[in-house]
């Protein structure tokens, strides 16, 4: 009887044990995805606000331009990603 209740104490503590680890996980994965997203915002914001500038001015750097947006927003898509993957 008693080495029954040791292997379900020892049993309950491996639970807790895990339970702590993956709270604690979670916290700093949603730390982590919060910064992720912050600097996202950043670099979402500023891409909206150029855009319509940079496309009613057009001319030959559009093509360059167009490339540098591209730049940007394939680096917010990442960001995306990797806060998909931490939630």
Same mark, same amino acid.
């Given at each position: !009887?008693?080495?029954?209740?040791?292997? /379900?104490?020892?049993?309950?503590?491996?639970?807790?044990?895990?339970?702590?680890?993956? $709270?604690?996980? !979670?916290? $700093?994965?949603?730390?982590?995805?919060?910064?992720?997203?912050? /600097?996202?915002?950043?670099?979402?914001? =500023? $891409?909206?606000?150029? =855009?319509?500038? #940079?496309?009613?001015?057009?001319?030959?750097? !559009?093509?360059? /331009?167009?490339?540098? #947006?591209?730049? /940007?927003?394939?680096?917010?898509?990442?960001?995306?990603?990797? #806060?998909?993957?931490? $939630?």
């Amino acid at each position: !009887m008693e080495e029954e209740r040791k292997d /379900v104490d020892s049993f309950i503590q491996k639970i807790q044990q895990q339970r702590d680890e993956l $709270l604690l996980k !979670m916290h $700093l994965a949603k730390a982590e995805a919060k910064d992720e997203w912050a /600097v996202a915002e950043k670099k979402w914001g =500023t $891409l909206k606000a150029k =855009t319509p500038i #940079i496309a009613r001015e057009g001319g030959e750097g !559009m093509k360059d /331009v167009g490339a540098a #947006i591209k730049l /940007v927003g394939e680096e917010i898509l990442r960001s995306y990603e990797r #806060i998909k993957k931490v $939630l």
